[in-house]
């Protein structure tokens, strides 16, 4: 079955950086889409970044010039490079894999940024 592993949140302190992984199994992961969720306490889940399986990268403009999301398909990993965080960027984070047979969340991954 699939499984989609986040690892890397914590709590860091305004304009710091962390970087989160996703690991996944079970599935061809180099074929995939890869997509980094967040979604703040009384809000809704957000997509943030977006990663295609040719290398194609897309963000949602808040993230913009903060954050990289990058793919090594010989780990089956995905990261989130997060640079200057803000307090607004506290939530907690999760990965999703979008394949052919439908789409897979990880657990999610504390992000806590304190002002």
């Known amino acids: 079955q699939v499984r989609l592993v986040e690892s890397g949140g914590g709590l860091v302190q305004a304009g710091g950086s962390l970087r989160l992984s996703c690991a996944a199994s079970?599935?061809?992961?180099?074929?995939?889409?890869m997509d980094w969720y967040r979604q703040a306490p009384g809000k809704q889940r957000e997509l943030v970044a977006t990663?295609?399986?040719?290398?194609?990268?897309n963000y949602v403009d808040s993230v913009k010039g903060r954050f990289t999301i990058s793919r090594d398909n010989a780990k089956y990993t995905v990261y989130l490079q997060m640079n200057s965080l803000k307090p607004e960027d506290t939530a907690v984070y999760y990965c999703?894999?979008?394949?052919?047979?439908?789409?897979?969340w990880g657990q999610g991954t504390q992000v806590t940024v304190s002002s």
């Open positions: 999703r894999l979008t394949s052919s047979r439908g789409a897979y």
């Open positions: 079970g599935i061809i992961f180099s074929l995939n889409t």
């Open positions: 990663i295609t399986n040719s290398g194609s990268t």
